[in-house]
T-cell receptor, first 113, second 109 residues
């Protein structure tokens, strides 16, 4: 049981480039989330999904897109990378909407230069 | 707007109890108090949660005041591995978690 797996662990992008952060979970969780964490700050919710085919915006969705075609995968897309998107990105999942059951991945550290 | 107030940092000697306070004076009747922690740069980890009664599990205890306006997370015997940022979050059970800046707990030998 791998839990929540994020790839890559580190990435450097140039301004204007695009990339997809991958997130997969093997716990058959229906809820999945993307958070970002800037240095010294708490986590901010970018997008979340309550099941395959259903996504919704969180606190800071601008500049990002998501899709949820399967229960296991919830990729996060950056179309035109900007320095403001330099952050650590965490994916999480839960079975249902119970906040005590969130499991987080180990994060992706992204730098946009 | 932040729903909770936590001290930015605290120290605790190894083996002693760590008591982390959290103020949530505007908490609503259907909102829970959740505690998560983040060790170094890992993803946050669930610790404990409660509505109005005190709660205990294998990791910690949660003491909620009778008026529910504040709470304390207790790590009974802190170890060096408990050094982390601790987040107190107040939200309804099905609402999304909103993380503040938390309390950085440093456990020293």
């Amino acid at each position: 049981n791998a839990g929540v797996t994020q790839t890559p662990k580190f990435r450097i992008l140039k301004i204007g480039q695009s990339m997809t952060l991958q997130c997969t979970q093997d716990m058959n969780h229906n809820y999945m989330y993307w958070y970002r964490q800037d240095p010294g700050m708490g986590l901010k919710l970018i997008y979340y999904s309550v099941g395959a085919g259903i996504t919704d915006k969180g606190e800071v969705p601008n500049g990002y897109n998501v899709s949820r075609s399967t229960t296991e995968d919830f990729p996060l897309r950056l179309e035109l990378a900007a320095p403001s998107q330099t952050s650590v990105y965490f994916c999480a999942s839960s079975y249902g909407d119970r906040n005590e059951k969130l499991f987080f991945g180990s994060g992706t550290q992204l730098s946009v230069l | 707007d932040a729903k909770t107030t936590q001290p930015p940092s605290m120290d605790c000697a190894e083996g002693r109890a760590a008591n982390l306070p959290c103020n949530h004076s505007t908490i609503s009747g259907n909102e829970y108090v959740y505690w998560y922690r983040q060790i170094h740069s890992q993803g946050p980890q669930y610790i404990i949660h409660g509505l109005k009664n005190n709660e205990t599990n294998e990791m910690a205890s949660l003491i909620i005041t009778e008026d529910r306006k504040s709470s304390t997370l207790i790590l009974p015997h802190a170890t060096l591995r408990d050094t982390a940022v601790y987040y107190c979050i107040v939200t309804r059970r099905s609402d999304k978690l909103i993380f503040g800046t938390g309390t950085r707990l440093q456990v020293f030998p």
